[in-house]
């Protein structure tokens, strides 16, 4: 049996946030596995996304259609353009739609996991109360007006609570995904796919 | 003035292999500069391309409408079927319509980068004739065998020639662009960037 990986993204989504853990989950164990552990699919509001600077992706289902997954993924990226109006997850943190589908997904799921402002999402979306939690160091401020009943966790690379893990920015996305690899499959399978994809840094 | 960089994209495509690299130069010096110092597009022979594990992607342009670039890259990925038939790179090496655009492109840039598998692609167009080169620790072999006028290096992050640099797999495409970045615009703006991508591991 293969977990089903769903990786949430939206217009102005930062393509290192999803593509990390994208790309750990698509290639763990596939070398020393005879199943692959995980089937990893993407899924949005709408059916072209400009992810930041104009990658544009065709997701493998829109939010509505998307299956239940046993791990869901919300990346972050965004900000504010000069006059004041959010893009990215700044947007995406204060649209019902998204926040019910992620409720929803996160109700069912195994694991809930947010890279840098992601987390931002999963905290109006109140997944993160009376959790731990971190976000990309310039968000810190912004993830601590959200509520009083989550813990910010600064200069860590991920913050564990067991179902919902949130990572700092951007490229901790990949350690953080290969922390689950290696709760869900072992160390030794964890270390094999860090060796594959020659991120030296994997400890 | 910006660089423009074109970044290659192909079916089954490895997905951190291209988006490390198309993170690095989409965010670099935007926070420092008041002109983003890069432009960055993908280009494909399709219309649309199927990267590794179903991320389905709309290229910026197909090859024959792209843009001369400053950079361009060549991400990997990709192997053999199991009768034998090869898929991404292992393709891509071996078609024409593919090495005349990089070879054309090549001619007119300032930087030719690779990831990966990518530098079997550069192998056979002929761009590392008389180079030092690397690859992802799986392909050293393959790299070898294409040519007896290349000096194969392993274990090394990347291999600068000058105008010519490729990586080992993956994520190792990720510090190569920070040195192509620290190159260009100085050590101060590709420290700003990994700090930015909280690459905590770039020295």
Same mark, same amino acid.
């Given at each position: 049996m293969s977990y089903r990986v769903a990786i949430f993204i939206f217009n102005e989504v930062e393509v290192l946030d999803f593509a990390g853990p994208?790309?750990?989950?698509?290639?763990?164990?596939?070398?020393?596995?005879?199943? +692959? +552990?995980?089937?990893?699919?993407?899924?949005?509001?709408?059916?072209?996304?400009?992810?930041?600077?104009?990658?544009?992706i065709k997701p493998t289902y829109t939010l509505e259609k998307a299956p239940k997954a046993d791990i869901i993924v919300i990346p972050g990226?965004?900000?504010?353009?000069?006059?004041?109006? +959010?893009?990215?997850?700044?947007?995406?943190?204060?649209? +019902?739609?998204?926040?019910?589908?992620i409720q929803e997904q996160s109700?069912?799921?195994?694991?809930?996991?947010?890279?840098?402002?992601?987390?931002?999402?999963?905290?109006?979306?109140?997944?993160?109360?009376?959790?731990?939690a971190t976000t990309h160091f310039l968000a810190i401020d912004s993830l601590r007006k959200i509520s009083d009943n989550i813990?910010?966790?600064?200069?860590?690379?991920?913050?564990?609570?067991?179902?919902?893990?949130?990572?700092?920015?951007?490229?901790?996305?990949i350690d953080m995904s290969l922390h689950v690899v290696a709760k869900l499959l072992g160390k030794e399978t964890a270390d094999e796919t860090a060796k594959y994809m020659q991120y030296d840094y994997w400890k």
């Open positions: 994208f790309e750990v989950f698509s290639v763990a164990g596939l070398r020393t596995r005879s199943v +692959p +552990p995980f089937e990893v699919f993407t899924a949005a509001q709408f059916d072209t996304i400009n992810a930041r600077n104009h990658l544009t990226g965004g900000g504010f353009h000069a006059d004041g109006t +959010p893009f990215g997850s700044r947007r995406e943190m204060n649209n +019902p739609i998204v926040l019910k589908w109700a069912n799921a195994q694991l809930t996991l947010s890279v840098c402002t992601g987390s931002l999402i999963l905290a109006k979306a109140g997944l993160l109360e009376g959790k731990e813990t910010v966790k600064e200069k860590t690379r991920f913050a564990d609570n067991g179902n919902i893990i949130t990572s700092e920015g951007v490229s901790a996305g």
